[in-house]
């Protein structure tokens, strides 16, 4: 079965900009979509189709998809952004879920 | 407002049943996908199933294959996962969300209702 793997864990100085990667074997021939879960709450989408932002998602938001790697970015990183951070990508009508990646703004 | 709410968790023992509910209402509940996700405490989010529109494709993550039975009523606006033979391991909260295509994510995700396998 199709598996995305994510790093377990990045770092962030506030204003610098991250990077959270999300791998997949071709991946670039699947949409990603990425989720922020702030602790206690539910998921958010900020990414759908690879680059889209949802209404109301902060422009510092943004995503791209190449190769087998799509890469959620977050510019101008700020301490409300510290939250655990999901891609997801379909396979054969099949959700698959990385396994997060906890941001810490530090 | 946009909303789905989630009903029926609660505490089960290994081997029993459980059907969870997800009330939709603040949008056409019969243009989207629906899903069920679950996230174990502490772990990450894991999708369980999803039904299209009209109900003639449906999905399960191999896990949940023949144990648990998703549905939908697009006259009553709800979604039901229907949970037999349930596993110390199917212990989760569990999101119904919404996704207008496939492509476009899950938008639109309720407040969860958890569900608890114990003897």
């Known amino acids: 079965s199709y598996e995305v793997t994510q790093p377990p864990s990045v770092s962030v100085s506030p204003g610098q900009t991250a990077s959270i990667t999300c791998s997949g074997d071709k991946l670039r021939d699947k949409y990603v979509c990425w989720y922020q879960q702030r602790p206690g709450q539910t998921p958010l989408l900020v990414i759908y189709r690879d680059t889209q932002r949802p209404s109301g998602i902060s422009e510092r938001f943004s995503g791209s998809n190449s190769g087998n790697t799509a890469t959620l970015t977050i510019s101008g990183t700020q301490p409300m952004d510290e939250a655990e951070y999901y891609c997801?990508?379909?396979?054969?009508?099949?959700?698959?879920f990385g396994g997060g990646t906890k941001l810490t703004v530090l | 407002e946009v909303q789905l709410v989630e009903s029926g968790g609660g505490l089960v023992q290994p081997g029993g049943s459980l059907r969870l509910s997800c009330a939709a209402s603040?949008?056409?509940?019969?243009?989207?996908?629906m899903n069920w996700v679950r996230q174990a405490p502490g772990k990450g989010l894991e999708w369980v199933a999803n039904i299209k529109q009209d109900g003639g494709e449906i999905y399960y993550v191999d896990s949940v294959k023949g144990r648990f039975t998703i549905s939908r009523d697009n006259t009553k606006n709800s979604l039901s996962l229907q949970m037999d033979s349930l596993r110390a391991e199917d212990a989760a909260v569990y999101y119904c969300?919404?996704?207008?295509?496939?492509?476009?994510?899950?938008?639109?995700w309720g407040q969860g209702t958890t569900v608890t396998v114990s003897s």
């Open positions: 969300a919404s996704s207008m295509t496939w492509s476009h994510g899950m938008a639109v």
């Open positions: 997801q990508a379909w396979d054969s009508s099949h959700v698959i």
């Open positions: 603040g949008f056409t509940f019969s243009d989207y996908w």
